[in-house]
């Protein structure tokens, strides 16, 4: 009796350490699939759509047959290869990896998942405005929700040839000719060589999200910059 159990356990697990799997293996077009393969026996690959075309790497050491949606792959040999399964509107690619009787696939479902698309950032838009030897450029706004203030960055370029204080510039804001208020003023230089530039913070407190029209004189030449809606 005892005997008899060892036996029936030996077959069990000889049965056992040969099974195959049953898998499900996504592929796309920058991935492959890697199936397993055992000699003496065959593996059926199924898809969603019935296979219109197949090319193998190494196609006589393998049998493959359709039969439907499924594609059925007996291996010949222990030699690698690789296969490409086409349907009416995919391609699936798959590594066969043919040789070991322990490790193979009985049956694999094979998904076809497109890369995620990357979303383009929107390039930063510039707006400027120039008048004689003097540039005023909008860099970038930011509104801050804790504190609720919008800051408004630009950038100064002295275009002349001669040196340009900015001390005695002024910089304000209105909307419809009504002055609008500025919490701060932030400069990052005052003195300006030839061809220089800065920058310039605006911190303020705007109780309409609507555009509005930025000032700027530095001796007696006055720029004018539109910041319109979109840019709050």
């Not at 300006?192 to 800065?198: F, M």
């Amino acid at each position: 009796m005892k005997r008899y159990r060892y036996c029936l356990l030996g077959a069990l697990l000889s049965i056992n350490s040969f099974a195959g799997k049953i898998k499900t293996i996504t592929v796309g077009p920058y991935k492959m699939g890697t199936v397993y393969l055992s000699t003496g026996r065959s593996t059926v690959l199924t898809f969603e759509r019935p296979p219109k075309k197949i090319i193998v790497g190494n196609s006589n050491y393998f049998n493959i047959e359709f039969t439907g949606i499924d594609v059925t792959i007996q291996p010949l040999s222990n030699i690698e290869s690789n296969i490409f399964i086409y349907t009416d509107k995919l391609r699936y690619g798959v590594i066969l990896k043919p040789g070991n009787p322990k490790k193979y696939d009985d049956l694999v479902y094979l998904k076809w998942k497109a890369p995620k698309k990357v979303k383009k950032k929107k390039p930063r838009e510039y707006l400027s405005s120039q008048r004689k030897n003097l540039r005023l450029v909008l860099t970038n706004t930011n509104f801050n929700s804790r504190t609720g203030v919008h800051l408004i960055d630009y950038s100064i370029q002295n275009l002349s040839m001669k040196k340009l204080n900015l001390k005695s510039s002024k910089i304000w804001i209105t909307r419809n000719n009504k002055l609008l208020p500025i919490l701060e003023k932030v400069l990052t230089k005052e003195s300006l060589t030839a061809g220089e530039s800065t920058r310039i913070r605006l911190i303020v407190r705007l109780k309409l999200k609507k555009g509005f029209t930025t000032h700027l004189r530095s001796r007696k030449t006055k720029v004018k910059l539109i910041v319109p809606r979109r840019m709050l």
